[in-house]
C-alpha cells in the first residue's frame, strides 16, 4: 500500500486540535523554564545589552580582577 | 596587543591575549556603515518606486505605455525593494552591530561579512534590472527567476549564516542574549522557507541539454516550479506569510530587543517574557500561511488550521509589544524630546496595531470581506512603514553618529522626518482602510429583487480613486520624510572625524565548560543520578544549557519551525483526495503556455485574481466558484491577492478575440472608465516559436502529459497553427490582417485568456494532440 493512500485515511480534519496540543505542551515547558529561573539569573541576562562595551573579567578570575575590570572599562564611542 | 593588530584581527584569531587573560578584539564598524548607507539610499528607492505606481493606479497614463514602467512589473520591484533591499539591509546592519557587542568579539571572518554585503547589493541590483524586463516567476516576494535564488541561498547561508553562526560559537560572553535567538530564528526559517518554496526545472537549461543550444535570454531565465495548483500555493503562502514573520517580525524583534533598551538606558522590562515571546512566536507563526487562502481551493482542514494559529499569535505579539513599550517605564518623559524614542514608540506600536489585525483578518468570516481588497494592502504597509520603518530608522538615528564616532547633526530635521512619516502613513492607511473596506462592501452588495447592486466591476473601483489620490499623497510625505533623514545623516556623516578611533576591547575567553556554581543548584541529595538529572530538568537547567549552545539552539528552532511545515505540508501533498481529479481538465497548449508565460511575466497576477469563491456575490459575477482540480496544470499558480481588475478564472469564451485584442491596445476604448494600462507592445513584440518547444518539454520533465507534442518539434508547429486561427478570427471579426498578428505576443495570450476556466464546462476529455491519461 502507497504512502499516499495511507495517508488518504487520516482523519484531518482533528489536525488543528493535535497541533493545539504539540503547541500546549511546547509553551507550558518554556513556561516552567521561566518560572523556574532566579531572579539574579534573569537580571543578569537582560543586563548583557547594556553591558556589551564593558570589559569582562575573567569568570574564574572574578575576585581578582574585579578592580581592575572596573578600571578598565572601555566605551567604544 | 597593538590597537592595529587588534583591528585586523578577526574572531578566530584575535585570541592573542592581553593580561590575566583577557583578549584583545575592535568591532568591525565599517561593515555596519556599509549596510546602514545601503538601508538609506534602498529605502528611498523602495518608497520612491512606491509613489509612482501608487500615482499610476490612480492615474493610469503615468506609466506612459512603457512595458519597462507598467505597474505589473514595477509592483514587485516596489515590494522586493521594501523588503530585501530597504528592510534586509537595516537587518544585517542590526545584526552586525548588535552580535559583535553581544557576543564580545569581532565578526567570525571580515571577507564573509564583505562577501555578504556586495553579494547582497548585487541580488537587489540583479531584482531591480530583471523585474522591470519581465523575468519573473510569478510569486508573490518570490518573484526573482532562478540563477538569482541560487545567488541567495549562497549569500545568505553560506556567507551571512555561516559568519553568524562561527561568531557565536567563537563568542566570549556565555548566555546568548535574546536578541540573538531571534537571529538564529531568522537565518534558519528564511533559509528553508526560500529553499522549499523556490525548487523549480529551468526551462533554458532543459532547452540547451536537448538541443546544444539557447534560443533566447527570456527562456535561459525561465523556470517552472516543482509544485503546481493548490499544492503550489499552500507552499507560496506558507513562504509569504512566513517572509513576512521572519523577514520582517522575528529580526526586528531582536534589533528592538537591543536598540531599544540601548535608546532607553534600561534593561527590557521582562526577560521572562522576552523568552516566552521568542518560542511562542517561532513555534506558532510557521502554521499561520494558509490564513491567507481562505474560501478559496485549499482544503477547509489546512484554512481552519491556519486560521487558529493566527489567532493564537496574537497573545505572543502582544506580550512582545507590551515588553517593548513597558521598557521605557521611568523614561516616558524623555520620549517627548528624543525622536530617536519617538521612532521606536511608534514602531512598537504599530507593531500592536499590526499584530491585532493580522489574526483578525485571519478570522474566515472577516477574511471574506477583506480579501482582495486593499484592506490587506493599508495592513502590509502599517507593518512595513509603521513597524519596518521606524524600527529602522530609530536605529540608524541611534547608531550612525555612533559610527561616525559625532553626534546627530539636527535633532530638529529628526523630528522633522518623524512627523512627516507618521502624517503620511496615518494618511495612507486611512485612505486604504477605507478603500478595501468600500470596495469589500460593494462587492457583496445586492438590491431588493436580488441581484448585485454593483453588476460592473468597475464601478466597484473608480469610486475609489479619492482615496488613491489620497494614498498618493501619504506616500509622497513618507518618502520627504526618509529624504529629510538620509539628508540629516549624510550632513552628520561629514562632521566625522578625519580619522575613526579604533577602540581596542577585552574579555576573557570561555572555559570549556560552564562554571560550576559553589553554592550547588542540586536540591536532591539521593544517590540516583536519576534523581538528580530530573531535578535539574525541574530546575530548567535543559533549557538554560540550550541557551549557551548556539549549535544546539538553533537545530532546536530548525525542528520547532519544521513541526508546523511537515503537519500542513505532508498531508496535502500526500492525500489525493485533497485535489479531486476533474477529467475534462487538460493541458495547455504550447500557444497557450507561452501565452500564460507571457501574463506571468507582465504581472498580470498583481491586479487580477484567478480564484472564485463559493459565494453567492462572487458566483453571480464571475461564474462556477473554482475547483482544486482545475489548477493541476497551473506551473506557478495565478490566484492573485488583490483584484484591482475582475477576477479572470471564467474569462475563458465571455469575450471575443478583437475585444481583447482593443482591451490591450487600449483598454479606454472598450471601457472609458477602466485604469488599466495599455500594453501596446504586447501588438508589435514577436512570439519566438522556436523557444516553445523548450517550455513544453520542461512541463512534461513535471509529469504534464503532452504525448506526441513532445516529438519532432511538434509543439512549435501546433502553436502556429492555433496562432493562425486566433489571428484569422480576430481579422473576421474585423480587426487588423492576420499577416499583421499572427505572430505578435497578443495572439499568445488572447489563447490563454480565451481558454481559463473553460475546461470544466466541458462533457468530457476532447480528442487532442495531446491525449493520454491526463492525470
Same mark, same amino acid.
Given at each position: 500500500?502507497?504512502?499516499?493512500?495511507?495517508?488518504?485515511?487520516?482523519?484531518?480534519?482533528?489536525?488543528?486540535?493535535?497541533?493545539?496540543?504539540?503547541?500546549?505542551?511546547?509553551?507550558?515547558?518554556?513556561?516552567?523554564?521561566?518560572?523556574?529561573?532566579?531572579?539574579?539569573?534573569?537580571?543578569?541576562?537582560?543586563?548583557?545589552?547594556?553591558?556589551?562595551?564593558?570589559?569582562?573579567?575573567?569568570?574564574?578570575?572574578?575576585?581578582?580582577?574585579?578592580?581592575?575590570?572596573?578600571?578598565?572599562?572601555?566605551?567604544?564611542? | 596587543?597593538?590597537?592595529?593588530?587588534?583591528?585586523?584581527?578577526?574572531?578566530?584569531?584575535? +585570541?592573542?591575549?592581553?593580561?590575566?587573560?583577557?583578549?584583545?578584539?575592535?568591532?568591525?564598524?565599517?561593515?555596519?556603515?556599509?549596510?546602514?548607507?545601503?538601508?538609506?539610499?534602498?529605502?528611498?528607492?523602495?518608497?520612491?518606486?512606491?509613489?509612482?505606481?501608487?500615482?499610476?493606479?490612480?492615474?493610469?497614463?503615468?506609466?506612459?505605455?512603457?512595458?519597462?514602467?507598467?505597474?505589473?512589473?514595477?509592483?514587485?520591484?516596489?515590494? /522586493?525593494?521594501?523588503?530585501?533591499?530597504?528592510?534586509? /539591509?537595516? !537587518?544585517?546592519?542590526?545584526?552586525?552591530?548588535?552580535?559583535?557587542?553581544?557576543?564580545?568579539?569581532?565578526?567570525?571572518?571580515?571577507?564573509?561579512?564583505?562577501?555578504?554585503?556586495?553579494?547582497?547589493?548585487?541580488?537587489?541590483?540583479?531584482?531591480?534590472?530583471?523585474?522591470?524586463?519581465?523575468?519573473?516567476?510569478?510569486?508573490?516576494?518570490?518573484?526573482?527567476? &532562478?540563477?538569482?535564488?541560487?545567488?541567495?541561498?549562497?549569500?545568505?547561508?553560506?556567507?551571512?549564516?555561516?559568519?553568524?553562526?562561527?561568531?557565536?560559537?567563537?563568542?566570549?560572553?556565555?548566555?546568548?542574549?535574546?536578541?540573538?535567538?531571534?537571529?538564529?530564528?531568522?537565518?534558519?526559517?528564511?533559509?528553508?522557507?526560500?529553499?522549499? /518554496?523556490?525548487?523549480?526545472?529551468?526551462?533554458?537549461?532543459?532547452? #540547451?541539454?536537448?538541443?546544444?543550444?539557447?534560443?533566447?535570454?527570456?527562456?535561459?531565465?525561465?523556470?517552472?516550479?516543482?509544485?503546481?495548483?493548490?499544492?503550489?500555493?499552500?507552499?507560496?503562502?506558507?513562504?509569504?506569510?512566513?517572509?513576512?514573520?521572519?523577514?520582517?517580525?522575528?529580526?526586528?524583534?531582536?534589533?528592538?530587543?537591543?536598540?531599544?533598551?540601548?535608546?532607553?538606558?534600561?534593561?527590557?522590562?521582562?526577560?521572562?517574557?522576552?523568552?516566552?515571546?521568542?518560542?511562542?512566536?517561532?513555534?506558532?507563526?510557521? &502554521?499561520?500561511?494558509?490564513?491567507?487562502?481562505?474560501?478559496?481551493?485549499?482544503?477547509? &482542514?489546512?484554512?481552519?488550521?491556519?486560521?487558529?494559529?493566527?489567532?493564537?499569535?496574537?497573545?505572543?505579539?502582544?506580550?512582545?509589544?507590551?515588553?517593548?513599550?513597558?521598557?521605557? +517605564?521611568?523614561?516616558?518623559?524623555?520620549?517627548?524630546?528624543?525622536?530617536?524614542?519617538?521612532?521606536?514608540?511608534?514602531?512598537?506600536?504599530?507593531?500592536?496595531?499590526?499584530?491585532?489585525?493580522?489574526?483578525?483578518?485571519?478570522?474566515?468570516?472577516?477574511?471574506?470581506?477583506?480579501?482582495?481588497?486593499?484592506?490587506?494592502?493599508?495592513?502590509?504597509?502599517?507593518?512595513?512603514?509603521?513597524?519596518?520603518?521606524?524600527?529602522?530608522?530609530?536605529?540608524?538615528?541611534?547608531?550612525?553618529?555612533?559610527?561616525?564616532?559625532?553626534?546627530?547633526?539636527?535633532?530638529?530635521?529628526?523630528?522633522?522626518?518623524?512627523?512627516?512619516?507618521?502624517?503620511?502613513?496615518?494618511?495612507?492607511?486611512?485612505?486604504?482602510?477605507?478603500?478595501?473596506?468600500?470596495?469589500?462592501?460593494?462587492? +457583496?452588495?445586492?438590491?431588493?429583487?436580488?441581484?448585485?447592486?454593483?453588476?460592473?466591476?468597475?464601478?466597484?473601483?473608480?469610486?475609489?480613486?479619492?482615496?488613491?489620490?489620497?494614498?498618493?499623497?501619504?506616500?509622497?510625505?513618507?518618502?520627504?520624510?526618509?529624504?529629510?533623514?538620509?539628508?540629516? #545623516?549624510?550632513?552628520?556623516?561629514?562632521?566625522?572625524?578625519?580619522?575613526?578611533?579604533?577602540?581596542?576591547?577585552?574579555?576573557?575567553?570561555?572555559?570549556?565548560?560552564?562554571?560550576?556554581?559553589?553554592?550547588?543548584?542540586?536540591?536532591?541529595?539521593?544517590?540516583?543520578?536519576?534523581?538528580?538529572?530530573?531535578?535539574?530538568?525541574?530546575?530548567?537547567?535543559?533549557?538554560?544549557?540550550?541557551?549557551?549552545?548556539?549549535?544546539?539552539?538553533?537545530?532546536?528552532?530548525?525542528?520547532?519551525?519544521?513541526?508546523?511545515?511537515?503537519?500542513?505540508?505532508?498531508?496535502?501533498?500526500?492525500?489525493?483526495?485533497?485535489?479531486?481529479?476533474?477529467?475534462?481538465?487538460?493541458?495547455?497548449?504550447?500557444?497557450? #503556455?507561452?501565452?500564460?508565460?507571457?501574463?506571468?511575466?507582465?504581472?498580470?497576477?498583481?491586479?487580477?485574481?484567478?480564484?472564485?469563491?463559493?459565494?453567492?456575490?462572487?458566483?453571480?459575477?464571475?461564474?462556477?466558484?473554482?475547483?482544486?482540480?482545475?489548477?493541476?496544470?497551473?506551473?506557478?499558480?495565478?490566484?492573485?491577492?488583490?483584484?484591482?481588475?475582475?477576477?479572470?478564472?471564467?474569462?475563458?469564451?465571455?469575450?471575443?478575440?478583437?475585444?481583447?485584442?482593443?482591451?490591450?491596445?487600449?483598454?479606454?476604448?472598450?471601457?472609458?472608465?477602466?485604469?488599466?494600462?495599455?500594453?501596446?507592445?504586447?501588438?508589435?513584440?514577436?512570439?519566438?516559436?522556436?523557444?516553445?518547444?523548450?517550455?513544453?518539454?520542461?512541463?512534461?520533465?513535471?509529469?504534464?502529459?503532452?504525448?506526441?507534442?513532445?516529438?519532432?518539434? /511538434?509543439?512549435?508547429?501546433?502553436? +502556429?497553427?492555433?496562432?493562425?486561427?486566433?489571428?484569422?478570427?480576430?481579422?473576421?471579426?474585423?480587426?487588423?490582417?492576420?499577416?499583421?498578428?499572427?505572430?505578435?505576443? !497578443?495572439?499568445?495570450?488572447?489563447?490563454?485568456?480565451?481558454?481559463?476556466?473553460?475546461?470544466?464546462?466541458?462533457?468530457?476529455?476532447?480528442?487532442?494532440?495531446?491525449?493520454?491519461?491526463?492525470?
Amino acid at each position: 500500500m502507497s504512502m499516499s493512500k495511507i495517508m488518504s485515511f487520516l482523519e484531518l480534519s482533528v489536525y488543528p486540535s493535535i497541533a493545539l496540543v504539540f503547541f500546549l505542551a511546547a509553551f507550558i515547558a518554556v513556561i516552567w523554564r521561566v518560572m523556574t529561573t532566579t531572579k539574579q539569573d534573569i537580571d543578569d541576562a537582560a543586563n548583557i545589552v547594556l553591558d556589551d562595551d564593558k570589559v569582562v573579567a575573567p569568570r574564574h578570575t572574578i575576585k581578582q580582577n574585579s578592580a581592575r575590570s572596573a578600571d578598565e572599562g572601555v566605551s567604544h564611542v | 596587543m597593538s590597537e592595529s593588530a587588534a583591528k585586523t584581527s578577526t574572531a578566530s584569531t584575535d +585570541r592573542a591575549s592581553g593580561t590575566d587573560g583577557l583578549e584583545a578584539f575592535v568591532y568591525d564598524e565599517k561593515i555596519v556603515r556599509m549596510f546602514s548607507w545601503a538601508t538609506v539610499i534602498w529605502g528611498i528607492v523602495a518608497f520612491l518606486v512606491g509613489v509612482i505606481i501608487a500615482i499610476q493606479l490612480a492615474f493610469p497614463e503615468a506609466g506612459l505605455g512603457i512595458e519597462f514602467l507598467s505597474f505589473g512589473r514595477l509592483r514587485p520591484l516596489h515590494t /522586493n525593494a521594501a523588503i530585501f533591499a530597504f528592510a534586509g /539591509n537595516a !537587518v544585517f546592519a542590526a545584526v552586525y552591530y548588535s552580535t559583535q557587542r553581544l557576543c564580545k568579539c569581532r565578526m567570525w571572518s571580515d571577507k564573509l561579512s564583505k562577501l555578504h554585503f556586495w553579494g547582497w547589493q548585487l541580488i537587489i541590483l540583479s531584482a531591480a534590472i530583471t523585474l522591470p524586463l519581465g523575468f519573473t516567476q510569478g510569486k508573490e516576494y518570490a518573484e526573482l527567476e &532562478w540563477p538569482i535564488d541560487i545567488a541567495i541561498a549562497v549569500v545568505w547561508l553560506g556567507f551571512f549564516g555561516g559568519n553568524f553562526l562561527m561568531t557565536l560559537i567563537n563568542r566570549r560572553e556565555r548566555h546568548i542574549y535574546v536578541a540573538l535567538w531571534f537571529y538564529i530564528a531568522t537565518i534558519v526559517t528564511v533559509t528553508m522557507l526560500h529553499v522549499f /518554496n523556490n525548487l523549480w526545472i529551468p526551462a533554458g537549461l532543459v532547452y #540547451l541539454f536537448q538541443n546544444g543550444e539557447m534560443p533566447s535570454p527570456e527562456l535561459a531565465l525561465k523556470s517552472y516550479p516543482v509544485y503546481a495548483g493548490v499544492q503550489d500555493a499552500l507552499m507560496q503562502w506558507w513562504y509569504g506569510h512566513n517572509a513576512v514573520a521572519f523577514f520582517l517580525t522575528t529580526p526586528f524583534l531582536g534589533l528592538m530587543y537591543y536598540f531599544l533598551p540601548k535608546a532607553a538606558e534600561r534593561p527590557v522590562f521582562s526577560y521572562k517574557l522576552s523568552i516566552i515571546h521568542f518560542w511562542s512566536l517561532v513555534f506558532i507563526y510557521i &502554521w499561520a500561511g494558509p490564513h491567507h487562502l481562505h474560501y478559496t481551493s485549499l482544503p477547509e &482542514w489546512a484554512s481552519t488550521l491556519g486560521m487558529v494559529f493566527s489567532v493564537m499569535l496574537w497573545m505572543p505579539s502582544w506580550g512582545g509589544m507590551i515588553n517593548g513599550l513597558l521598557t521605557l +517605564r521611568g523614561a516616558w518623559d524623555r520620549v517627548a524630546s528624543e525622536p530617536i524614542l519617538k521612532f521606536f514608540v511608534v514602531g512598537v506600536t504599530f507593531y500592536g496595531m499590526s499584530t491585532f489585525e493580522g489574526p483578525l483578518l485571519s478570522v474566515k468570516a472577516v477574511n471574506s470581506l477583506s480579501h482582495y481588497t486593499d484592506w490587506t494592502i493599508a495592513h502590509v504597509h502599517s507593518g512595513v512603514l509603521g513597524w519596518n520603518g521606524f524600527m529602522t530608522f530609530g536605529m540608524l538615528y541611534w547608531m550612525m553618529p555612533r559610527l561616525f564616532q559625532t553626534k546627530l547633526w539636527s535633532k530638529k530635521l529628526c523630528a522633522m522626518h518623524f512627523w512627516f512619516g507618521t502624517v503620511g502613513m496615518v494618511l495612507y492607511i486611512l485612505a486604504i482602510y477605507s478603500a478595501g473596506i468600500t470596495q469589500g462592501l460593494m462587492w +457583496r452588495a445586492f438590491d431588493e429583487s436580488g441581484r448585485l447592486s454593483y453588476p460592473a466591476f468597475i464601478e466597484t473601483v473608480t469610486v475609489l480613486l479619492p482615496m488613491y489620490w489620497i494614498r498618493v499623497v501619504g506616500g509622497l510625505l513618507y518618502l520627504t520624510g526618509a529624504v529629510i533623514g538620509a539628508y540629516n #545623516l549624510f550632513r552628520t556623516w561629514q562632521t566625522r572625524p578625519e580619522k575613526y578611533e579604533e577602540v581596542v576591547h577585552y574579555a576573557p575567553a570561555l572555559s570549556k565548560g560552564p562554571i560550576v556554581d559553589p553554592k550547588g543548584k542540586e536540591r536532591l541529595h539521593a544517590n540516583t543520578a536519576l534523581g538528580v538529572a530530573g531535578d535539574k530538568v525541574l530546575q530548567g537547567d535543559w533549557h538554560r544549557a540550550l541557551e549557551r549552545k548556539p549549535v544546539k539552539f538553533t537545530i532546536w528552532v530548525l525542528v520547532a519551525v519544521a513541526i508546523g511545515s511537515l503537519v500542513e505540508a505532508i498531508p496535502m501533498f500526500m492525500v489525493s483526495s485533497n485535489v479531486p481529479t476533474i477529467t475534462t481538465v487538460e493541458p495547455y497548449t504550447p500557444l497557450e #503556455l507561452a501565452g500564460r508565460d507571457i501574463y506571468v511575466s507582465e504581472g498580470c497576477y498583481n491586479c487580477h485574481s484567478q480564484m472564485i469563491r463559493p459565494f453567492l456575490w462572487e458566483t453571480m459575477r464571475y461564474g462556477e466558484y473554482s475547483k482544486p482540480g482545475e489548477f493541476i496544470y497551473d506551473r506557478p499558480f495565478q490566484w492573485g491577492s488583490r483584484r484591482i481588475g475582475p477576477d479572470l478564472a471564467r474569462e475563458g469564451g465571455l469575450r471575443d478575440h478583437l475585444w481583447h485584442y482593443r482591451h490591450f491596445k487600449n483598454p479606454k476604448d472598450v471601457n472609458d472608465k477602466s485604469i488599466m494600462p495599455r500594453y501596446p507592445w504586447l501588438l508589435s513584440q514577436t512570439i519566438n516559436f522556436e523557444e516553445i518547444q523548450g517550455r513544453v518539454d520542461s512541463m512534461a520533465l513535471l509529469g504534464v502529459p503532452y504525448g506526441e507534442l513532445l516529438l519532432d518539434n /511538434n509543439a512549435v508547429d501546433h502553436a +502556429r497553427e492555433q496562432a493562425d486561427e486566433i489571428a484569422a478570427e480576430l481579422e473576421v471579426l474585423g480587426g487588423p490582417s492576420m499577416g499583421d498578428t499572427r505572430d505578435k505576443k !497578443v495572439i499568445a495570450v488572447i489563447a490563454y485568456l480565451q481558454r481559463l476556466g473553460t475546461d470544466i464546462k466541458k462533457s468530457e476529455p476532447e480528442e487532442t494532440a495531446m491525449g493520454g491519461d491526463q492525470q
